[in-house]
Every structure is written in structure tokens, then in C-alpha cells.
């Protein structure tokens, strides 16, 4: 054999072949897919326990107070008179239909001058019984200023410096002070100030709270609704006055993100599911 043929044969049986790099096999798609459909099954949980859980409690707080203005009204109303008495079953919100109707009624009479008459008579009569008449008096006062239609009380919100300078409460103004009150505070403190009464409620409970008086200038007015400032006491501030469409907006952006994640997991099982396993070299 030639020389040089021979060293040409042994250089190249001493040069390994290249080899092209064998490329990852693929992770499984498994642990991504389990991880997508926990998620989207914690996002459509939570969505549902949002829109279920208010639902809920409002039906059983309506249901739990219709059933008691029947527990008042239908022992009022002789049973001849009722449904109930010909039917083989109750008729829930019969004694609120019946309850509302005779104070709509009471409330025409009343507008009436022979209503009138009727009521200042028994208003007379009233006030003459020594316990009584404190009692009611006080009583048709705060109704009166409630539910005035032209009232201003508890319908305004504000804010005020308090317990102590620099921190500020969320208060409702209730009403101006009497002559008597205002005397004796512009005598007291000096000068011309209006003073108003305003209640500071408690969180999380908002019926409890303080009652004082201070000087008009000194209270922030604030432009949110007197439900949205029960709201933002009774949650200590986690329920912040917003649009209710919010809510809404939050719930279906949730949806859309659930979908887009099952949407991006699709292909990958798909594919691994089509994708022969390779075997391990």
C-alpha cells in the first residue's frame, strides 16, 4: 500500500465523527396544564362565592324581615279574612302587603283636615299620660327629622379632626344647634361661629359612637353618599366608595384571564399529547 494512502487511512480512523447535538426532550406539559386548571378552578370559586354570597345574605335578610311584619300584622287580621284560611299553604308578605297599604292609608287620612283632627286628638290625649307622652313626643320628633323630605340630618357627610389633631374621622352632620346651644357656646368660646351637631359612628358597628358639636368651618364636607360612608365604617375602610360598576368590571376581568390561560395551556397539551415520548439516551 502507498505510504501516504496509509497515513491518510490512520488520520482518519483516529478523527472521531461529528456527532450533532441531540436537543432537549420537551418538559411535560402536565405540571403546567394541573397548574392552569388550579387556577382557573380557584378563579371561577371565588368568582361564584362574589356573586353568591351577597345574594344570598339579601335573600335571607329579606326573607327573615317579611316574615317577621307577618308575624305582627296576620294575628291582627281575623282569619276569615286571610288566604291562609282557604289555601293548604301560607302566603309569605301577605302582612307586609297589608302593613304597607294601611300605613299608606293612615298616611292619606292624616293630609286630610278630618285626619288631622283625629290625630291631634289622640296627640292631646297622649300628652296627658304622665309616661307616655315623653316618650312619644321624643320619638315622632326623630321621626319627623328622619324621614322629613325636605331634611337636611344625616344626609351629609364630612370629616373631622379627631381623637386627636391630624387625624381625621368620617362623620354625618346631623343638624344646627339650638339657640340655647349655639348661645352658649359663642359665649363660651368667643366670636361667631356656626356650630352643628354631627355623630362620629364606631367601626365596625356604626350605630354606636359620639355625639358632640363643633364649629362649621371646622368640618370637611365630602361629596359620597351617606351609604357608601356606613360602608367604608362598617368595613374599616377596606370598602372604598366607587363606581358599583367596578365590581362588575373586576369579576369579568378575572373570566378573561381564566380564559386566557386555558387558552395558552390548550396547545401545549395538545401537543405533548401527539409528541411520541423519546426514550432516554
Not at 24 to 37: L, Q
Not at 177 to 200: C, I, M, P, T
Request: charged residues 15%; proline residues 9%.
Amino acid at each position: 500500500m502507498d505510504p501516504s494512502a496509509r497515513s491518510s487511512a490512520s488520520r482518519g480512523a483516529c478523527v472521531a465523527p461529528t456527532l450533532s447535538p441531540i436537543p432537549d426532550a420537551p418538559e411535560p406539559a402536565s405540571s403546567k396544564t394541573r397548574v392552569s386548571a388550579r387556577g382557573r378552578l380557584r378563579t371561577y370559586f371565588l368568582t361564584g362565592v362574589i356573586v353568591a354570597g351577597p345574594l344570598a345574605i339579601t335573600i335571607y335578610i329579606t326573607w327573615w324581615f317579611i316574615a317577621l311584619i307577618d308575624g305582627w300584622v296576620k294575628p291582627l287580621v281575623p282569619a276569615s279574612y286571610l288566604p291562609d284560611h282557604y289555601l293548604p299553604f301560607s302566603i309569605p308578605g301577605l302582612g307586609l302587603v297589608i302593613a304597607f297599604v294601611a300605613v299608606t292609608l293612615l298616611g292619606f287620612l292624616t293630609a286630610n283636615l278630618v285626619g288631622r283632627s283625629v290625630v291631634e286628638f289622640g296627640e292631646v290625649l297622649l300628652a296627658r299620660t304622665p309616661v307616655i307622652s315623653g316618650l312619644y313626643r321624643g320619638l315622632r320628633q326623630i321621626f319627623e327629622t328622619l324621614f322629613s323630605a325636605n331634611g337636611t340630618s344625616f344626609r351629609t357627610v364630612g370629616l373631622v379632626e379627631f381623637p386627636v389633631k391630624g387625624t381625621w374621622s368620617v362623620v354625618f352632620l346631623s343638624a344646627p344647634a339650638a339657640n340655647e346651644v349655639q348661645g352658649a357656646l359663642q359665649a363660651k368660646e368667643g366670636g361667631e361661629h356656626d356650630y352643628v351637631g354631627v355623630f362620629l359612628p364606631c367601626a365596625p358597628n356604626p350605630t354606636t359612637g359620639f355625639f358632640f358639636y363643633l364649629p362649621r368651618a371646622e368640618i370637611v364636607e365630602i361629596a359620597i353618599s351617606v351609604d357608601d360612608a356606613a360602608k367604608l365604617v362598617m368595613s374599616a375602610g377596606v370598602i372604598q366608595p366607587e363606581d358599583p360598576r367596578a365590581g362588575f368590571h373586576a369579576m369579568a376581568a378575572s373570566l378573561r384571564q381564566a380564559q386566557v390561560a386555558e387558552g395558552e395551556a390548550a396547545p401545549d397539551t395538545e401537543k405533548a399529547r401527539r409528541e411520541p415520548a423519546r426514550p432516554d439516551l
